[in-house]
C-alpha cells in the first residue's frame, strides 16, 4: 500500500445550537452579567479517523443527522474542524450542492463560465469544454434562458455536467448521484464510473446501501457523529443494513 492520499485524524465538529439572539453589544453584556448566555454545545462529529489509500472508493453511510455530509465538507476544506486535522494530497473536486454558485438572473450559458470560474477552471477551459458540457446536460434548447425559469432537475444537471468535465485526483460525493430522472441518473453513473476506471479516489455519501456495494470498495458507518465501523464495503453495508 502506498501513501495516505488523505487522512483524518482525530477530527470532531462542534456547533452551538443555542437558540439566544443578540442583537447588539449592550444587551450582549447585560445578559452575560445576568448569566442569560446560553451555549448549547452539539458535536456534529467527535473523534474521527480513518485513512484513505490511492484509488480507493470509499462509501459513507448512516442515517440523517448521522455527521455524514459535515464529514465531506470538512475533507473538502469547506469547513474547518473544532479539533483534529485533515491532510489531503491530490487535487480535490467536491460535488456538494451542485450549482451552489450559479447566479439565478444569470442564463445557464452565462453560469457555466460562472461556475467553472468557482470550480477554479479558465476560461479557455471552460470554452474548450462548453459543447460536451450542454450536451452532457441535455439542456440545451434553454442553454440562454436565465436560471430562474429552469426546474431544479435542470439546474442539477448542469451543476453536475459543469463538475464532471474535469479529472481529479480526488473525487467527493454528496448525494449528486440522485439527481435529474432515472435517465440522468444512471447517465451520471456511467460517467462517475469512468472516473473510477481511471483509478481516482471517491468519498461518496449516499442513502443507498446498494449503490456503496455497487461502487464503493471500503465503507464507513457514521452514526451519532461517531464511527461505529470501517471496512469492506460488503461487510459494513450488511452490518448497517441489519441494524
Request: hydrophobic content about 40%; aromatic content about 8%; charged content about 25%.
Amino acid at each position: 500500500m502506498g501513501d495516505p492520499v488523505i487522512e483524518v485524524q482525530d477530527v470532531g465538529m462542534r456547533f452551538n445550537l443555542s437558540q439566544e439572539k443578540v442583537d447588539n453589544l449592550k444587551e450582549y453584556v447585560i445578559k452575560l452579567l445576568k448569566r442569560q448566555l446560553l451555549f448549547q454545545e452539539f458535536w456534529a462529529l467527535k473523534d474521527i479517523s480513518f485513512n484513505v489509500e490511492k484509488g480507493d472508493r470509499i462509501g459513507i453511510v448512516g442515517l440523517n443527522g448521522a455527521g455524514k455530509s459535515t464529514l465531506l465538507k470538512i475533507i473538502s476544506g469547506v469547513m474547518k474542524p473544532t479539533e483534529g486535522s485533515v491532510d489531503i494530497h491530490g487535487r480535490v473536486v467536491p460535488l456538494l450542492e451542485l450549482g451552489a454558485g450559479f447566479d439565478h438572473n444569470y442564463t445557464g450559458r452565462e453560469n457555466i463560465y460562472l461556475n467553472g470560474a468557482i470550480l477554479g477552471y479558465s476560461k479557455e477551459f471552460i470554452e474548450q469544454k462548453y459543447d460536451e458540457i450542454v450536451e452532457f446536460s441535455e439542456i440545451e434548447q434553454f442553454i440562454d434562458v436565465p436560471l430562474k425559469n429552469y426546474s431544479s432537475g435542470m439546474k442539477a444537471r448542469l451543476g453536475f455536467s459543469i463538475a464532471t468535465v474535469v479529472e481529479p485526483e480526488i473525487l467527493i460525493l454528496d448525494e449528486v448521484l440522485s439527481v435529474g430522472d432515472a435517465k440522468f441518473q444512471e447517465k451520471s453513473e456511467n460517467r462517475i464510473m469512468q472516473l473510477f476506471d481511471k483509478g481516482i479516489t471517491v468519498l461518496f455519501v449516499s442513502h443507498s446501501v446498494q449503490q456503496v456495494q455497487r461502487l464503493c470498495n471500503k465503507a464507513i458507518w457514521l452514526e451519532h457523529g461517531k464511527i461505529i465501523m470501517q471496512g469492506s464495503a460488503d461487510e459494513v453495508c450488511t452490518k448497517y443494513a441489519e441494524s
